[in-house]
């Protein structure tokens, strides 16, 4: 089946085994997973799940840190439309990086992507959505005095001048081949993945010493970093590694829009600001199903959790795998009936988001500490 | 015969009616010099010669003036070398027009251009050769109050979010046309027009309010104006308006490099930091010279100043038009030999850049006067 994968668009059913190779992104293997657990004492669901499945020089990173040099962790969201669950996930994840390997973060909002790629958003409008989704990731509880957020617009100052460096070595034809663009790209557009590449080097530009660089990340951003890759070191500095996830499915499933996008109108997804009233609403109506057609077809045959929406939700939001198993079993073999699960995923999400939405509102006092000071 | 004139590169014996044509500039013909003159009560040398001889909307200008809406001045140097005489030529005619039409002056550094532009270059030369070229600036007498000198990587973050609402404009093709690129240029180079549109509304965005824009520059810029006053409009700013000067003429001669240009090596190039002896050696040595080979020839045929180096400077630098006038007429008579118009255009640089010295090591305390605060 067809489907693509660039930075502006996922679409169609995501053979990820299939981009592993096309991207040239290696596998988390056992033997990669163990050597995390190591430092970390468990693992995190979403790589137990495989759901940040693959990296990229995650072995440097390792040696490094255990010869006692630390990594810093970038990684970014270019602010566009409010925030929704799909976006959580590498957020979720790096936290737990952060906390795990007590590390630096350094969160970019490139307020000017969206902007250059989408012909009706204004910067004005990428100006609120970033202050929107600077709460969510506030609100996800990472460390103020290891986090430093970074705008593109307002610390164009300190990354302006670093982009030029990277873009200097990048010509319209790798940025063509890389992103597909045509010659009706708009100029800024062509510039822009120099912005998206300097986060991964600017603390080693302020600290004045080379820092190893881990960025986690949806597999559609590789494309930024497989070009920067080649670029950055030869600037003096470490080769950034990373490490990537799959797509949250839409409500509609995996065989329409790959990724879970906001875009896609907003019953395809559940945003962080939405009430308990409505994520039931949404998750009823609009969660594709793969249990069968009547109560007693489900009993007899089972339904299908590979393709049922609320099941791939729950593998990202469920941390225990003895609950997820049993779901799991359960649907398969028609005792759990589609709506029960739904009504787990619903509870899920909204004993979250309540809790969420708190952290959130506090947020609004704390930005100014976690908003880089030059 | 052949020529190029682009704002990276002008050679060979530039046709400067065919490039009115082919750039879609207008002559400054004597109604609208005599319209400029209503004002500044005397023309300026310059424009009297016909070396400022081109403009874009000069009209529009001088019809807002009337009206009591004053426009700014916008002109700027990229750094990538020492000051020369060259590059003076469109910044003394600017400050004459700050002077008599006591206006606004933004001048841009546009510290990134040549670096992207120039393999060799790295941001420190470019930063070196900014603070050298903003002494020289200031060296001609620009009033502090009304001049603002912007550095494109030190005021990225006044710059960088006005410059992408540009470059949203503005295609790939658009650029490849206007500039002769290929799929081989850098990112950075194809943005780079966008920043250089930026002073040509920038005060309007800062001041809240319409303000009409005027560009001198030599003509080798307009292709960046060209495309930027097709965008600037549709952003809701006046278009800007510019006025057009030819090259300063090498020490070689004009048919060679059209453009004096500091990278046709030290001796075609009167840097403004030469002493008085190198200015004489320089001069004597290698401008060319119209006369004939022997003294005897020279004074039965005479010489030709139309094609004499020392003749076309002082046309430049020589504001008496009686004293040129009787160089002309004596050169060609063979009254006056090549070594006594050399001698006479040494004396004339000498006394300039003895003063421009003494002024341009006093701009060192001034720097901050002229640099924008934000």
Known sequence: MAYTVTPWKVQGDVDYNKIMKEFGVQAIDDKLAKRIKK???????????????????????????????????????????????????????????QDKFDVELWFQFPDEEKFLFNEKLTLEDTAKYTTENMLDVIALGFDPKKTHFIVDTKHANLMYKEALKVAKKITFSTAKSAFGFTNDQNIGAIFYTAMQAVPAFLPSVIKKKKIPCLIPHAIDQDPHFRVSRDVIPKLGHYKPASIQCRFLPGLGGMHGDGKMSSSSGDNATIFTTDDEKTVKKKINKYAFSGGQVTVEEHRKKGGNPDVDVSYQWLQFFEEDDKKLKKYYNDYKSGKLLTGELKAILIDKLNKFLVKHQKAREKARSKLDKFIYKV
Do not use: C, Q
């Open 39 to 97: 430092h970390t004492g468990e693992l995190h669901h979403l790589i137990r799940r495989n759901i940040f499945f693959a990296h990229r020089d995650l072995k440097f990173i390792l040696d490094e840190y255990e010869k006692g040099n630390k990594f810093f962790l970038y990684t970014g969201r270019a602010p566009s439309g409010h925030t929704h669950m799909g976006h959580l996930v590498p957020w979720m994840f790096t936290k737990w990086l």
